[in-house]
Nanobody, 118 residues
Framework: QVQLAESGGGLVQPGGSLRLSCGAS????????MGWYRQAPGKERELVAV???????NYADSVKGRFTISRDNAEKSVYLQMNSLAPEDTAVYYC????????????WGKGTLVTVSS
């Protein structure tokens, strides 16, 4: 029904920056929230940032001030600008789209690996 495709991951040195992109395809009939989650080895998947169609955002405390989420509603895309990257940010980053009604449904991308290492 809805498919997500992420891009932009890669290897970056500490202090560097990356920009992740995610585009959604398919029919989306309801209001939806898009966001980014990540999962590092040995850790649970965690929310990184989310953004509503109206532009309201929420960030994990660990990335506040360093990451910025944005979206393009016309293109059904979401972006994550990551600055001041640290080794602790190393993880697989997943794009998420959540349809809020009538039933809450989550769609996930396959993930893109971000490795922060010198």
């Amino acid at each position: 029904q809805v498919q997500l495709a992420e891009s932009g991951g890669g290897l970056v040195q500490p202090g560097g920056s990356l920009r992740l992109s995610c585009g959604a395809s398919g029919t989306i009939r309801s209001l939806y929230v898009m966001g980014w989650y990540r999962q590092a080895p040995g850790k649970e998947r965690e929310l990184v940032a989310v953004i509503t169609s109206g532009g309201n955002t929420n960030y994990a405390d660990s990335v506040k001030g360093r990451f910025t989420i944005s979206r393009d509603n016309a293109e059904k895309s979401v972006y994550l600008q990551m600055n001041s990257l640290a080794p602790e940010d190393t993880a697989v980053y997943y794009c998420n789209l959540r349809v809020n009604g009538p039933y809450i449904t989550n769609y996930w991308g396959k993930g893109t690996l971000v490795t922060v290492s010198s």
